[in-house]
């Protein structure tokens, strides 16, 4: 099964430079010596298996990291590629690779649901659940045409010191310089852990160009301008003035963000994709807070110079937010008055704050997206597409449910191929019975999942109360799974009227 994969060459030889210039960035840099490219330490070994299919343009690695002594120094092998089918079955031979035999230290055992296992390889069967997680997402959003390539899940602890990574796409045409990105990495961490600013010193951030995009609906931040009686007399109009007020200005997951009084957010990168994810995931926390916010997309952005100072003049602003309003409402928007909400500055922030602090793994940031997307096509009155998005999110979080409860459970490894595909009517049962969720959310998924078939298969026609009562019960039910609330009161102030 392991053979030399021509293809991964070029991935082969990135990957070992990032281990190397890594390391070597690391002890360069004593900013990030508190915390270094740890699954890349000395000795590490990586064994890659490769998902791939030419025709649906697949193409992912999960990269399994080991540091046993008794093995060589950075040793990459290649798992042949596998068909999507075939995938969780070599998962499963995978696991049982001589090198998993050997004793698992007892300082491991009780940090784990699996703290009977003895072995690595008996402990392997219940974490690889955790290292298939990325797997699944990537090929949902590949077979959706939302995969991007060169995208990177992000590091998972398997068990004691091994370590997974998911690439998607082809990472070394993104950074086709391994220590552009190993410096990134590090920064990146340093900043996570507070980087090397000392306590009570304020650094002042940089002003930059980036991306940005007014909130919608139209909202004010802080209080809406008063205008003076010559300005009345002048017949101008509240969105005329305060669009060069910056009432907040920080970082928000490593970037920089400023926020205008006129509700202009402006993120500090060029990278269109980057900014849109970054506003998503920020609307997403907003909405579960019970603030009205619309999904943008990359090419909602515009481009602007130097976060902080005027954005430009507010002829061109007044024209740049006509455009996004009239793309962004569709036929069927319900007529709103022109920034008739304002949103407390100190609210804002309290968003901002617990947004940036969420360590989402990508089915749960594919899951708030998810519910984002069903209130933003609720609002066009997209009523069919908003109810199967809310649907869709609410069997991810069964799938994600019901996942952990097997890790919990040690299901072995040859018994997993056939549990994660059980259908979602068995799973809702067993997550009943096993109190995971309530009779009376058990009831409410079977009689969503009973409306999604009859819409599905019998063309029934959705309204207006049957999507909002799908978000309403979907946003409910992934709240505790993405860390978040989703009271009464703000569930009711996103209900249509």
Not at 159 to 173: M, Y
């Amino acid at each position: 099964m392991e053979q030399a994969i021509e293809s991964l060459a070029a991935f082969r030889s990135w990957l070992t430079d990032f281990i190397r210039e890594g390391r070597d960035e690391a002890a360069a840099e004593p900013l990030a010596s508190h915390e270094p490219l740890f699954e890349f330490a000395a000795p590490c070994q990586v064994d890659i298996i490769h998902l791939s299919h030419s025709f649906h343009h697949l193409d992912f690695r999960l990269c399994i990291f080991t540091h046993f002594d008794d093995l060589p120094d950075i040793e990459i092998k290649v798992y042949r590629p596998y068909y999507p089918i075939a995938f969780t079955k070599g998962l499963e031979a995978y696991g049982h690779s001589p090198k998993w035999v050997r004793p698992l230290p007892l300082e491991h055992r009780s940090r784990y649901p699996f703290s009977k296992a003895q072995t690595y390889a008996e402990a392997l069967e219940s974490a690889i659940l955790n290292a298939y997680g990325p797997v699944r997402v990537y090929l949902n959003n590949t077979i959706k045409g939302s995969g991007i390539d060169g995208q990177e899940t992000g590091s998972i602890l398997l068990l004691g010191d091994c370590w997974s990574w998911g690439i998607g796409g082809e990472i070394e045409r993104k950074y086709p310089d391994a220590t552009i990105y190993a410096r990134q990495e590090l920064e990146k961490r340093r900043r996570a852990n507070g980087g090397a600013q000392k306590s009570g010193e304020a650094q002042p951030l940089p002003k930059s160009s980036g991306k940005g995009t007014f909130l919608l609906p139209p909202t004010w931040i802080g209080e809406a301008p008063k205008l003076s009686v010559s300005e009345n007399l002048d017949s101008v109009r509240p969105e005329q003035t305060g669009h060069w007020n910056v009432v907040h200005r920080g970082e928000y997951r490593d970037l920089e963000l400023s926020v205008t009084q006129s509700g202009f957010f402006a993120v500090g990168t060029e990278d269109a994709e980057i900014a849109a994810k970054r506003l998503n995931e920020l609307f997403a926390v907003m909405l579960f807070h019970g603030q009205p916010a619309i999904a943008v997309a990359p090419t909602d952005l515009v481009h602007f110079q130097e976060i902080g100072a005027p954005l430009t003049s507010y002829g061109w602003d007044e024209k740049l937010h006509h455009e996004q309003v009239n793309r962004l409402r569709g036929d069927g928007w319900p007529s709103h008055k022109r920034r008739e909400s304002i949103l407390p500055v100190e609210r804002l922030q309290s968003v901002i704050v617990e947004a940036d602090a969420l360590k989402w793994a990508a089915q749960q940031s594919a899951i708030a997206g998810l519910c984002l997307q069903a209130w933003t096509q609720l609002q066009r009155r997209e009523n069919r597409a908003s109810f199967l998005a809310a649907w869709t999110a609410t069997e991810m979080v069964c799938s994600w449910l019901w996942e952990h409860l097997l890790m919990q459970r040690a299901v072995p490894a040859g018994k997993l191929r056939d549990l994660l595909h059980w259908d979602i009517n068995r799973v809702i049962d067993i997550l009943m019975v096993e109190s995971v969720i309530s009779h009376s959310r058990a009831t409410e998924l079977h009689q969503l999942r009973e409306r999604r078939n009859r819409v599905i298969h019998r063309a029934e026609p959705v309204r207006i109360d049957h999507a909002w009562s799908a978000i309403d019960i979907g946003m409910a039910f992934a709240a505790p799974v993405l860390g978040l609330e989703f009271s009464e009161e703000r569930r009711g102030s996103l209900a249509p009227s």
